[in-house]
């Protein structure tokens, strides 16, 4: 063995060592040695940028003004052409790009945050009446179709153009309910948790302070699912008409791409497509990659 390669092994061994003081050091050491999630945190990386630039009004502001003729082929006018009413597709799916992360962003925290806060509580008081009534109310709203709950929401609100992010958060935290309900349901048979109620430590503080920070991974993960899950489900309901109406999105363009093709022109569907494929793959990879990253089976390797 020559030295070059005993040195890089001893400073392999130590930057492991050193990241093995703290269990998120650990998760971090892990992720960073997988180059697919290292590559799709950069991909998402970007897209975040590109949102950030469009809050910034950097770019992307001139998505809604008719500047050009009907469906012109791209060029240095217009990079990737225009729509039916001359509006520059370029410019409108970089704003959808800030529409995706909005809405996945909202939808992430709050529907995370609220199955956090139903899971733990149907967790720790589990076989009690507070449990059965938490699991029949997700029982229920999983019972309902969910683009059916959505129209319901939206007729109910009378065109709000927040009704798709209520049906949304009002629905996708179930999953992270049941799962945190699960682990909790664990954690709250450890000792350190027997150790707080014996010195009279409040139940509501066990709960948020002791046990929920515990299920930090599941959340995390759980979050990047939902922030997919919120991004695709509003291109649909974006295409049936029940999704943004006071902007613009990949769904919008998608929809209004149905003349575009007909007339022989396919700049306004594929660019919105590839911007959502790229986004919800890469988001998908980063979110495997991350709970491999976060399995203790996993971790030690």
Request: no cysteine.
């Amino acid at each position: 063995m020559t030295e070059q390669t005993s040195t890089t092994i001893a400073v392999n061994t130590a930057e492991g060592r050193q990241y093995s003081e703290s269990p998120w050091g650990r998760v971090w050491y892990k992720f960073r040695r997988d180059r697919t999630g290292m590559l799709s945190l950069g991909i998402v990386a970007l897209y975040f940028l590109v949102a950030l630039g469009v809050w910034l009004g950097i770019w992307g502001q001139g998505w809604s003004e008719n500047t050009g003729p009907m469906w012109a082929a791209p060029g240095t006018d217009h990079w990737l052409g225009t729509n039916v009413i001359g509006q520059d597709i370029y410019q409108r799916a970089i704003y959808s790009t800030r529409t995706a992360f909005e809405i996945g962003l909202v939808v992430a925290v709050l529907a995370t945050l609220l199955g956090a806060l139903l899971g733990a509580l149907s967790g720790y008081y589990s076989n009690t009446w507070v449990d059965e009534l938490i699991l029949w109310l997700t029982g229920v709203l999983d019972s309902i179709p969910f683009y059916l709950f959505v129209a319901a929401v939206a007729f109910a609100l009378q065109g709000n153009p927040y009704a798709m992010h209520i049906a949304m958060i009002s629905t996708f935290w179930t999953t992270t309910a049941r799962l945190v309900r699960g682990d909790v349901i664990k954690l709250k048979n450890f000792d350190f948790v027997e150790a707080a109620r014996a010195i009279g430590v409040p139940q509501f503080k066990i709960i948020f302070r002791h046990i929920l920070p515990n299920t930090f991974h599941i959340l995390l993960v759980q979050s990047t699912i939902t922030f997919v899950s919120a991004i695709k489900s509003e291109v649909i309901l974006s295409f049936l008409g029940l999704g943004v109406s006071d902007g613009v999105s990949w769904g919008l363009m998608i929809a209004e791409s149905t003349q575009d093709v007909q007339a022989g022109h396919f700049s306004n569907f594929i660019t919105a497509s590839v911007f959502l494929f790229v986004l919800v793959m890469a988001f998908n990879m980063f979110s495997d990659s991350l709970q491999d990253a976060l399995d203790p089976k996993k971790v030690h390797e």
